[in-house]
């Protein structure tokens, strides 16, 4: 039975053959204009955050009653990693991390878990605890963020604007939420003298009473009536300031006015808990994020026309600002990498052209676009965005996607040139070489096979490498065996030697390449043994000069200035030093704007941000520069500042990073049982980061510790006066802080009325002693006569993980210098610090090294399973374990071009360039069984095994050396990027160097491992046992 040959096929129904290339084509560009445009490829945060609240509570009293009871009842669940979390006075906040191995699909029956279990343990935390409260949708991005400022206006009229913008947007297709940043709570104060209270015998509590009472929304009946319903409706609940301040309390039988013993306003929350600002003003923001499946682009022109609208009809001097345009950043990157991948066309068009001819070149070339119309409908159905990754991936496919096609082409260029006939010349390579081929195209797609498997969050980020690169590969030979015959039957002239043999190959080049490869055969010993030599060289130099890291910074304009006053600096501290900083940088030409957030992070604008909580001593402020050039001279000039200008203020100024987010590159973990023992060693290993030169803006988390007055209340006293501990607290916050007795609903805020001390008296410190509290009895006494006032430290913020205090000792590193690199040399100091330390301490290393780690861990699982399906292509192909064994040894020779062009370009060793070079393997492998399948073709019919090898190296010298350029000049456009660079500089400099070893190195190995001799006949009858084991 006649072996079924595509090529013939596609021969044999060319008008089918066609109508499938017109189609695929016209449904390829369809589908590309269809594919969802984003910055970068979405993947699962395994993060969720619980906050629990305590008012009153000191820190250490919220780590014992709190924070330790919800993190024992997580420990019960496996599936989670760790739990880090930070507790500071009246507040706890954890995140809770599943271990990256974890399915996203599982992500949300085990975040439920997290709900329930700890719902079922709220009833033993102690009374007066708020929560626990969840957000599992930590990941969101908020791609768009407006500002919204207006001179001359009101707070409370700027926030019915954007109010009313926000309603609007909700409306806009693909627009999941919008929240509103930097709102101001308004309150309705009544400031009291704790004097005049005294002085007047009046009750705290009576006024509380009064205001509870007087708004209190409670039903007042229903008429029945035989054909109605009539509700009784009393007035008298609060509609105006006026109506809080005439409240009548009665104490004793007299009766006042509110307003006659207390001073009543309308204000807002003070001091702030957060507050936005716009290049030196505040402001209010608008934050929107995508619905899931979105397009950037659409959503984007969509919101374009919803922010026109909306301008058009505010007044006059409110202005709405881009803060951040995720559309625009998407839509510029994704047409640099279009551009990339338009350059990378012409280069391999360029390779094919020059190298087999213009007929020939058409043919290879008019394969390109077909591959990629395939791809783009492949993308369609799995749903694979154009973002960062996939389009990446795309540009590196294109330098395999031709190989298959040069590969085709030159075999049938080169029967014709012996004198075969179009059919016989167009048909032959898929008896020849479409398996080899397809060998070669699956071995290098299952090096991709780590990328697509990866259990981690990394490897979730770059699945579409492995997806688009498999893609692509596969359906290159499908049209290399299909399509590309079809198309050189039709464009490819016949030979004018049609009907004679000749042989092309004694032309002088190939003379003189002939005469290389038998010296290398002659010489084999010495060949093998320079290519080994050099091998371990580069190892030896790689793992001595080449830098490592996880993922390279973001080419974003943006920078990210992060600022920490010491732990306990008020919000009024903060902004003082934020307006500070900000002429500073506004004064800078090549800033467009700044945004601060001050009291919090930056809303997660960009998906790998590594995002702050709320603490009132920091602010982050995102800087706006004109582009990635001046951005570099805009963080010196900041980094300067920082040291010149703001000595009290810790500041780091950072790029955005790339891929998941670490935060600092260099970190340490010191933990254990004792807060004041895990703070001395956190101490000794600040002081060894600190003595490593490459170090920068080096840092504890805890910071220091915070001002705290304790009253120590004479219980006994206390007890005769008839005053506990509790009432003692409650009116000393209504005193100080002060206390919401009621709440003043107006349309549909609902605006709380707090009772405090006046703001004078509040800020009185000294006078804590003389503020007058109520007993018992209903006599007023000072607070100096029921305890004792003294001045205590205690930890303003306590950081755990995994149930234990730990203290992150942080650093950045200088430029030029890769975290990673710091961490190793630092790593043994801190073993060797770690083997002092007393029983239950112990140090971990974090940053870039555990996260490389991690993610490098997650490859190595699933690297077996790529071995094992390799192993099995060259077994099914080759059918012989000497020479599957012999291809393996060839795949890891790609290090020595890799480590040089590593070296020369200085370039680092990433998580990219990893997946880059276990990619590179499979190259090498392809050319390598192409290259013994032929040696082994020829010695089966009948030639003498040197001549073979010779033989068969000369002639695929022109497919392996075209298809390895093109690869090669493909990357160039990738170079230039920094996230792409270093992969593309590993694979240009180590398939250089593999492709000349296959040429010269595989043919000698291949001539030592059979024993072959110069002149050796081989006789027919002769046995080959050892050559098929």
């Not at 969101?140 to 001359?152: E, K, M, P």
């Not at 929107?288 to 979105?294: D, F, L, Q, R, V």
């Not at 060894?688 to 001002?707: A, D, F, Y």
């Amino acid at each position: 039975m006649k072996k079924l040959n595509l090529s013939e096929w596609a021969l044999g129904h060319q008008a089918l053959v066609r109508y499938l290339m017109i189609m695929l084509m016209l449904a390829g560009a369809w589908a590309y204009t269809q594919l969802g445009q984003k910055e970068d490829p979405e993947f699962t945060f395994k993060a969720m955050l619980v906050q629990a609240n305590w008012p009153g509570a000191s820190t250490l009293e919220m780590e014992r009653q709190v924070t330790d009871k919800l993190e024992e009842k997580l420990q019960e669940m496996g599936e989670i990693d760790y739990v880090q979390s930070y507790t500071k006075p009246g507040e706890s906040l954890m995140v809770v991390s599943l271990r990256e191995d974890v399915p996203p699909k599982n992500v949300p029956q085990l975040w439920y878990q997290v709900r329930k279990k700890l719902g079922d343990i709220a009833y033993t935390l102690p009374s007066g605890v708020q929560g626990p409260f969840f957000n599992d949708e930590f990941g969101d991005t908020f791609g768009n963020i407006y500002a919204f400022s207006g001179d001359g206006f009101g707070y409370e009229e700027l926030r019915q604007y954007a109010e009313a913008a926000k309603k609007e947007l909700l409306r806009v297709p693909d627009v999941a939420k919008v929240q509103m940043l930097g709102k101001q709570e308004q309150r309705i104060y009544v400031d009291l003298s704790s004097a005049k209270l005294a002085s007047l015998g009046l009750d705290s509590r009576a006024i509380w009473q009064a205001l509870q009472q007087q708004n209190a929304m409670t039903p007042a009946g229903t008429f029945e009536t035989a054909s109605d319903r009539i509700w009784v409706r009393p007035t008298g609940k609060y509609d105006s300031v006026a109506a809080v301040a005439a409240t009548p309390v009665s104490v004793g039988g007299r009766t006042f006015k509110l307003g006659d013993i207390a001073a009543v306003s309308r204000g807002y929350i003070d001091p702030p808990a957060t507050s936005v600002r716009f290049n030196g003003k505040p402001v209010l923001a608008l934050s929107i994020s995508m619905k899931g499946g979105g397009d950037v682009l659409k959503l984007g022109a969509n919101l374009d026309q919803a922010i026109a609208r909306i301008k058009g009809k505010l007044p006059l001097g409110v202005e709405i600002h881009a803060v951040s345009d995720q559309p625009k950043v998407v839509h510029d990157a994704v047409g640099e990498f279009m551009r990339s991948l338009v350059e990378a066309v012409v280069i391999v068009l360029a390779v094919s052209f020059f190298s087999l001819g213009l007929r020939t070149g058409v043919v290879v070339a008019l394969s390109i676009p077909l591959v990629l119309a395939m791809t783009f409908l492949a993308m369609y159905f799995f749903n694979i965005d154009l973002q960062r990754i996939s389009l990446g991936s795309l540009i590196i496919a294109l330098g395999l996607l031709v190989d298959d096609a040069i590969i085709a082409v030159e075999m049938m260029a080169l029967k014709l040139e012996q004198g075969w006939n179009k059919f016989q010349a167009a048909t032959y390579a898929y008896t020849s070489t479409a398996f080899p081929m397809l060998t070669g195209t699956l071995i290098t797609a299952a090096t991709f096979l780590p990328v697509g498997l990866a259990k981690s969050m990394a490897g979730e980020y770059v699945f579409s490498l492995f997806a688009v690169v498999g893609i692509a590969l596969v359906l290159s030979w499908i049209v290399a065996v299909v399509f590309t015959p079809y198309l050189g039957y039709k464009l490819l002239p016949a030979h004018p030697h049609h009907g004679e043999q000749h042989d092309v190959y004694q032309k002088p080049f190939y003379r003189r390449f002939r005469a290389l490869v038998a010296w290398c055969l002659d010489y084999r010993k010495t060949v093998i043994a320079v290519t080994l030599g050099a091998f371990i060289l580069s190892l030896l130099a790689f793992k001595l000069f080449v830098a490592q890291q996880f993922f390279p910074s973001s080419n974003r304009p943006e920078l990210m200035v992060d600022m920490w006053l010491p732990r306990g600096a008020s919000y009024h501290a903060t902004l003082e030093q934020v307006e500070k900083m900000e002429k500073q940088v506004r004064a800078d030409a090549n800033v467009v704007s700044v945004t601060s957030y001050v009291g919090s992070g930056s809303p997660r604008f960009y998906l790998p941000l590594d995002q702050q909580q709320q603490h009132v001593n920091y602010t982050q402020l995102m800087v706006m520069t004109r582009d990635e050039h001046v951005r570099e001279d805009v963080k010196k000039r900041l980094e300067k500042i920082f040291d010149n200008d703001f000595p009290l203020v810790r500041g780091r100024v950072t790029r955005l990073e790339n891929g998941p987010p670490v935060g600092y590159p260099v970190q340490f973990r010191v933990m254990g049982p004792d807060h004041d023992q895990v703070r001395k060693i956190a101490d000794q290993v600040e002081a060894l980061v600190r003595k490593q030169p490459s170090t920068l803006h080096v840092n504890q988390n805890w910071g220091e510790q915070v001002k705290a007055l304790r009253i120590d209340i004479d219980q006994d006293k206390a007890s005769a006066l008839g005053l506990s501990s509790q009432q003692l607290s409650q009116q000393l916050q209504m005193l100080i802080s002060g206390s919401a007795v009621s709440a003043y609903r107006e349309g549909d805020q609902s605006i709380a009325i707090v009772a405090r001390l006046n703001p004078g008296e509040q800020k009185n410190v000294a006078g804590l002693g003389n503020l007058m509290v109520q007993t018992g009895s209903g006599r007023f006494v000072p607070v100096s006569q029921i305890g004792h006032i003294r001045y205590e430290p205690e930890e303003g913020i306590i950081w755990r993980r995994n149930r234990l205090p730990a203290i992150t000792v942080s650093a950045d590193v200088v430029d030029g210098v890769q975290g990673a690199d710091v961490s190793g040399q630092l790593w043994p100091q801190m073993q060797a610090l770690e083997r002092t330390l007393p029983l239950g301490y112990h140090i971990e290393v974090g940053g870039t090294l555990e996260s490389s780690g991690k993610s490098q861990k997650a490859i190595a699982a699933v690297a077996p399973l790529m071995i094992v399906v390799v192993l099995t292509l060259l077994m099914l192909q080759l059918q012989s374990f000497q020479r599957t064994l012999m291809v393996v040894l060839t795949a890891p020779l790609g290090m020595i071009g890799v480590t040089v062009t590593l070296i020369l370009f200085r370039a680092p060793f990433g998580f990219v360039a990893m997946l880059g070079v276990i990619a590179l393997s499979g190259m090498i492998m392809r050319n390598s069984v192409i290259l013994v399948d032929q040696i082994e073709h020829d010695i089966r019919e009948g030639i003498d095994r040197f001549e073979a090898i010779v033989g068969s190296t000369v002639r695929r010298f022109r497919p392996i050396m075209l298809t390895a350029l093109a690869a090669i000049l493909a990357m160039i456009p990738l170079t230039r990027s920094t996230f792409w660079g270093p992969m593309a500089v590993a694979i240009m400099g180590g398939l250089l160097v593999a492709t000349v070893l296959t040429l010269l190195f595989l043919p000698a190995l291949y001539a030592q491992w059979f024993r072959v001799g110069r002149n050796e006949q081989r006789l027919s009858a002769q046995p080959q046992e050892q050559e098929h084991k």
